[in-house]
């Protein structure tokens, strides 16, 4: 995978630019290597971001050929809940097709985990978009490991992607791991089943999404009033690679060996250079622990 391959851009926001706005995001992730653009059909109301991107860029087939579209289903637009019944996936991956303006998508996933879900229907679901040629792989997001399992007891097609919230403010991935047999140390609940080292055992590729975001939602890392130690061993290490503290940013994640994917929400060209330039930076063991602890994770 190429350091660019390793960054996609998130389409959520671009519901607020004009059509030469998009294009010129749209341009900039391409100059830098970026192939992989992130959809949902709940991105800008009710598949708004999806037509937005289509009627700005109005791609030619090769051009199509070129990128990577992906996008994501089972949030209930305008309703309370999830549907991951086979007629709901199959729907809203076919409104996707049509507003996404492609004969395609390279990927679908389930955006949030169903409670009420049935396995052999999100089945049917794959295998008629399969064979009829409208979805070549499948994931999900927001799921736990077992719940991938028990998707599997029905689903035939490889899971293989998983969209989860990772970075430097939202660390619980991996910290409950470097913290496990803490007994009564917060960071060691077990919130996913071992979701890192079972991505990693099974082949599922993880994206991480608001990769610079303090918590759920809590504000960027970079803001005042976030993370004032992160913040400045950001700073320093920057200086010493020369780089941005977004790239150093990025760098934490990609230097997992879980080999994670970066989906940015930005709508700024600068900032998706800095995460590619992020990636081709190999931090040391001792500049990703610091980092670690500078965002108020423990280290034993």
């Not at 009710?46 to 937005?52: A, K, L, N």
């Not at 879900?117 to 064979?131: C, G, H, I, M, R």
Request: charged fraction near 25%; include cysteine.
């Amino acid at each position: 995978m190429s350091d660019a391959a390793r960054i996609g851009l998130g389409m959520m926001r671009i519901d607020t630019l004009e059509p030469d706005e998009i294009r010129e995001l749209y341009r900039g992730a391409r100059d830098v290597g970026v192939t992989l653009f992130d959809h949902a059909d709940i991105y800008g109301g009710d598949h708004g971001c999806e037509r937005r991107f289509s009627e700005a860029l109005r791609l030619t087939p090769a051009e199509r050929g070129e990128i990577v579209l992906q996008t994501k289903c089972g949030i209930r637009p305008g309703h309370h809940g999830f549907d991951f019944s086979a007629e709901y996936i199959v729907r809203r991956a076919e409104e996707s097709l049509k507003a996404l303006d492609t004969e395609y998508l390279d990927v679908l996933m389930l955006h949030r985990p169903d409670t009420l879900v049935e396995p052999d229907e999100v089945a049917a679901a794959f295998s008629q978009l399969e064979a009829a040629g409208k979805v070549r792989y499948f994931g999900v997001s927001n799921h736990t490991s077992r719940q991938i399992e028990l998707l599997k007891t029905s689903v035939a097609q490889p899971i293989r992607v998983n969209q989860v919230q990772f970075g430097l403010g939202h660390a619980a991935l991996v910290a409950q791991g470097v913290a496990a047999n803490m007994e009564g140390l917060k960071q060691s609940a077990d919130r996913d089943g071992g979701l890192l080292e079972y991505a990693r055992i099974n082949g599922v590729t993880l994206e991480a999404w608001s990769p610079f975001q303090r918590g759920f939602f809590g504000g960027s890392i970079f803001e005042q009033g976030g993370l004032r130690d992160l913040q400045r061993v950001l700073g320093r290490i920057a200086a010493e690679y020369d780089t941005s503290p977004t790239a150093i940013a990025t760098a934490w994640i990609t230097r997992h060996p879980a080999k994670m994917r970066v989906v940015l929400g930005t709508t700024k060209t600068h900032r998706i250079a800095d995460a590619v330039a992020g990636a081709q930076l190999s931090l040391t063991r001792s500049e990703w622990y610091e980092l670690f602890a500078a965002a108020g994770y423990e280290v034993p």
